[in-house]
């Protein structure tokens, strides 16, 4: 059964945010009434039931919410497990909308029924995320993928996202005033993902960048059957990663596939100055060859020069504790600042050190095992000590606005590659020459 309508205006989405709250305010007296009278009440039963009522109005809101759903949902080392496996499924599991709203909005852009401008056209989504859902359409012989925003989405996405601003600050201990550039950040390129003509050109500057990697298949966009809200492109067959991952593909094919990813990413950072920066496993298809297919071009990170010639100092230097060009290139990345006192230094570089050689490990290896688990739990595990680390969380908030999106890119890498159990050549990109 497809959502028929969706919350638009400020105060009916505000409204419901309130009404989650105080849904889970009920689950917390739930919870302790039951420690009260003797019975079994767990505080993971707890996170269930609010993680549960959380998605429940992300997804029924969709957008901003939404959208922050899923990027929370990328990695465990922030929140309980219970609202981690709740929001992924905002990854491609989302309530649809129903039909007729879907013919709505095209006889909005087009002044069309999509059985107009489609010989065939599903009925139903095959695939909802948080900002729009896609349906299958079919001219001729030639099968499209036709994906189609959620009403209002774009209008309400700066509201929303205020909304949830000074949550997210008071759960991250920061204060409003440091924050605000990387809310800022987040904030544009959410709008970004909202306007379908520019994933149209993120999607040609990437597929042109990218398009003479072996490998690697992008579908081709119909700019005719495109609107800022509906964006039409050809059909790629095959599964999904998570689909081809259940059929138990060989050893041999996970690393083949998980060195077609990590190729893909360093060849986009390295030589276009340009990461697409959303990599989650349903914006990447397998082929029937066993090949890799890029489907979503929504959110496309470009690198500035200054950023990428600190982050190669940076590379080169990192294993060098004190050197100068560390220290320069940690001042150049916002990790340092000039106003710190010797103890913030030294707290700093500490916890820099000790994350770098961890987090770094495959650039410095010819090979790494991405199947190793001991390596992602200690990620989590050190992640969780610094966010409980009284001398680390009493400084300001540290780094370039643009680590934002380009550590989303390289966490989400590495949880494929982890979901792939996959072993690859890692080294050689290390120190490319630009």
């Known amino acids: 059964m497809g959502q028929d309508k969706i919350a638009v205006s400020k105060y009916q989405r505000a409204g419901k945010l309130v009404n989650t709250g105080a849904k889970v305010g009920a689950n917390y007296m739930k919870h302790y009434a039951k420690k009260l009278t003797g019975s079994k009440a767990t505080k993971q039963d707890l996170e269930e039931e609010n993680a549960k009522d959380d998605y429940s109005a992300f997804s029924e809101l969709k957008g901003g919410p939404l959208k922050v759903a899923q990027m ?211 914006n990447f298809i397998i082929t029937p060859e066993n090949e890799l297919g890029v489907i979503d071009f929504g959110c496309i990170k470009h690198i500035p020069s200054d950023f990428y010639a600190s982050y190669e100092k940076l590379m080169r230097s990192g294993q060098e504790q004190d050197s100068p060009e560390l220290i320069d290139a940690l001042f150049a990345l916002e990790l340092l600042h000039d106003g710190d006192s010797e103890k913030d230094q030294a707290t700093i570089m500490g916890v820099f050190g000790s994350m770098f050689q961890l987090v770094g490990q495959p650039f410095y290896s010819e090979t790494f095992d991405f199947s190793n688990d001991s390596f992602f739990e200690k990620i989590y595990s050190t992640g969780m000590a610094l966010s409980k680390d009284s001398s680390y969380r009493n400084l300001s908030a540290r780094g370039s606005r643009h680590f934002i999106y380009f550590n989303r890119t390289y966490f989400g890498l590495y949880q494929l590659l982890h979901q792939l159990k996959a072993n690859i050549h890692t080294g050689q990109w290390t120190f490319i020459a630009a």
């Open 72 to 282: 929370l949902s990328m990695g465990d080392q922030v929140l309980p497990k219970a609202y981690v496996d709740q929001f992924a499924l905002a990854q491609n599991q989302v309530t649809p909308l129903s039909l007729p709203l879907v013919r709505k909005t095209f006889r909005k852009y087009f002044e069309k029924d999509p059985l107009q401008l489609f010989d065939e056209f599903s009925t139903e989504a095959v695939n909802a995320a948080s900002i729009g859902q896609v349906h299958k359409g079919r001219k001729g012989k030639q099968e499209f993928a036709i994906k189609i925003q959620y009403p209002g989405v774009a209008d309400s996405l700066q509201s929303d996202l205020r909304l949830i601003a000074p949550i997210a600050t008071r759960f991250l201990g920061l204060k409003k005033k440091e924050v605000a550039p990387y809310f800022e950040e987040v904030e544009r390129k959410l709008m970004e993902e909202t306007d379908y003509r520019k994933e149209l050109q993120n999607a040609n500057e990437i597929i042109s960048g990218c398009g003479n990697l072996e490998g690697i298949h992008f579908p081709e966009f119909d700019p005719q059957l495109s609107t800022d809200r509906i964006i039409t492109m050809t059909w790629l067959k095959g599964l999904s990663l998570n689909d081809w991952l259940a059929t138990d593909p060989s050893q041999e094919d996970r690393n083949r596939i998980g060195q077609l990813l990590w190729d893909f990413y360093q060849h986009q950072f390295h030589l276009l100055r340009v990461i697409h920066a959303d990599p989650h496993p349903g």
